[in-house]
């Protein structure tokens, strides 16, 4: 089997579906991620810019928004699941804006109906691999010791990271993460994957001074051009979806994190729209 029947032709299972999951409810320290999906939506809107990436694709003919998720049910990570379910089976890749970083494992429980175990690129100040914070594991703290444990996913690569404590530590000897920390950073290291990647983006692996509007600011990450270049270059043979989450409006300044998620959005999605 070639890497066409394999993984589909560009425009098989290639609708590009971008959906809001405006929830927070496992968030930590503070609250606002849930407000963020409309906000990005008007930095991506805003005539300020345009709707082009750097590769030359506009990401208005790749992009079909399928509009916020509305979470008032009693399991909203369930409901998150069954909706991204029903978007992958109408034939969309799912490229989410959160959100808190809980969102995460719905997303992956739901992507193993078409894409069993995919690997998957983190970037986040923090590795979220607690096994329970302040007795909640299914806190934005832990969603990649509950997708490792799960076996939802074949290979766990993290990026940006600089948070990580004894425990943390442990739990990605535990889970076997490939961790690229910040105190060992030398560029945008080569990514490449041999199969099906999902990517999960939280705001707060940028630099503070990139992006203040999070819940946990962590001096010495990334630029934002640093990020890009990791979407950019990033090599799988298909990228199934990805996630854009714990962006805070209550703590943003004249939207300049809103202006770098829509950015980081349009790149993800010419990505996800890319073959190599």
């Known amino acids: 089997m070639n890497e066409k029947e394999k993984y589909g032709s560009r425009n098989s299972s290639g609708r590009i579906g971008l959906v809001g999951l405006p929830l927070d409810i496992h968030s930590s320290y503070a609250f606002g991620p849930a407000k963020a999906p409309a906000i990005i939506r008007k930095a991506l809107n805003c005539s300020s810019t345009n709707t082009w990436c750097e590769s030359n694709v506009d990401s208005a003919d790749i992009l079909e928004d399928r509009g916020d998720l509305h979470l008032e049910a009693e399991d909203p990570l369930e409901a998150i699941r069954l909706a991204i379910d029903k978007m992958i089976r109408a034939g969309f890749r799912p490229l989410s804006l959160g959100g808190d970083h809980s969102v995460t494992l719905p997303i992956l429980r739901a992507l193993q109906t078409r894409w069993t175990r995919p690997a998957i690129l983190h970037l986040d100040a923090h590795s979220d691999l607690y ?10 703290a832990c969603p990649f010791a509950r997708i490792m444990e799960e076996k939802l996913a074949s290979r766990l690569v993290q990026a940006g990271i600089r948070t990580l404590n004894r425990h943390q530590r442990e739990q990605a000897l535990r889970f076997e993460a490939e961790i690229h920390e910040m105190k060992d950073w030398n560029g945008v290291p080569a990514l490449r994957f041999d199969g099906p990647l999902y990517i999960s983006l939280d705001m707060d692996v940028l630099d503070p001074a990139f992006a203040p509007g999070v819940s946990h600011p962590e001096p010495g990450g990334l630029s934002t051009r640093e990020v890009i270049r990791i979407i950019q270059s ?5 990228i199934v979806g990805a996630d854009l989450v714990e962006y805070n409006p209550e703590f943003d300044f004249q939207e300049i994190t809103a202006r770098a998620a829509a950015k980081l959005v349009k790149e993800l999605a010419a990505r996800m729209a890319a073959r190599y």
């Open 234 to 238: 990033v090599e799988a043979p298909v």
């Open 131 to 140: 096994d329970t914070l302040n007795g909640n594991r299914y806190s934005h």
